[in-house]
């Protein structure tokens, strides 16, 4: 089965990641048990506090947009949009190996 694997990279304005995390963890309390979500990583630099990385794994692309259509997601980006320096950056990677890989 191929997944669907995404890393988006934000950076938010001067002072304004932990704001961020706190979003991004209230959406993670919804969107990690939706279904297809097999991994929700939320990361935050350890020198710079207003870099965030998330890593998603899902069973397929529509699934994952499938949970962008959930209204806790379009409350989250409304919300996160204002804190953002910049507009995120995303890559599409392919799962090939790991621990935890279904």
């Known amino acids: 089965m191929e ?7 934000f950076i938010t304005r001067e002072s304004k990641g932990n704001s961020l995390l706190n979003i991004l963890t209230r959406l993670y309390n919804k969107i990690a048990y939706v279904h297809g979500c097999h991994l929700y990583i939320i990361n935050q630099d350890a020198e710079n506090s207003d870099h965030i990385l998330v890593t998603e794994l899902w069973d397929s692309l529509e699934s994952h947009q499938q949970s ?5 997601f379009q409350e989250a980006i409304s919300q996160a949009t204002p804190l953002l320096a910049i507009e ?4 599409v990677l392919k799962a090939v190996a790991g621990k935890g890989l279904l």
């Open 88 to 91: 995120p950056e995303r890559r």
């Open 3 to 9: 997944h669907y694997t995404l890393q988006t990279r």
């Open 68 to 72: 962008q259509s959930l209204r806790d």
